[in-house]
């Protein structure tokens, strides 16, 4: 696996708007039970942001194409519902290209987890007063791999148990750090 020869021990995987890979990631997951751990997640893409839905299970909602405020802000509240976790995907790539994204602030007064501090080799030196030393959003990391890439940052958390609930209470408490 090739998280695991780049030094990770933990994952999201996340498809954009489906939740297909899902029986094939509890396969997957069950395979490296103790070694490895893999968290359900999806990509909701749309025109006017992206977010990452993680420790999901299940989507019933729509997913439109041109969200309106309150189709994000129930899109947010039923990942929560699910006590699971949202991030926001890079913003300095969405904005040149979604004349409509949210603000940060909106997205924090949405209940927007986190935000992806680096994505692939973007590191997004705007929203880092936005987050957790000012109360605000976690950080993250992500690779947005779609091929195989070079790793530029890990999420890091300290969990007291090597178990999924354990790295979803670390980022449900947003007690990540990003390297």
């Not at 994952?11 to 968290?39: C, K, P």
């Not at 994000?72 to 890079?90: T, Y």
């Not at 958390?157 to 980022?171: G, H, I, K, P, S």
Request: glycine share 6%.
């Amino acid at each position: 696996m090739w998280h695991i020869a780049h030094g990770f021990n933990a994952m999201v995987l996340s498809d954009h708007n489906n939740l297909r890979n899902t029986q094939d990631l509890q396969e997957i997951a069950s395979e490296y039970e103790g070694e490895f751990i893999l968290i359900q997640g999806m990509e909701w893409t749309s025109n006017r942001l992206h977010m990452n839905f993680l420790g999901i299970s299940e989507w019933n909602l729509r997913i439109p194409w041109n969200p309106t405020d309150t189709e994000i802000q129930e899109a947010i509240n039923e990942v929560h519902a699910q006590n699971g976790v949202v991030s926001i995907n890079h913003i300095p790539w969405s904005e040149e290209r979604m004349p409509n994204h949210p603000t940060r602030q909106q997205l924090l007064d949405w209940g927007v987890d986190y935000i992806e501090i680096v994505n692939e080799w973007v590191y997004d030196y705007e929203s880092e007063p936005w987050c957790n030393d000012t109360g605000g959003f976690g950080k993250i990391s992500g690779t947005d791999m779609h091929t195989p890439m070079n790793v530029w940052a890990w999420t890091l958390m300290n969990t007291t148990e090597f178990t999924t609930e354990a790295v979803m209470d670390e980022l449900r408490g947003l007690n990540t750090t990003v390297l």
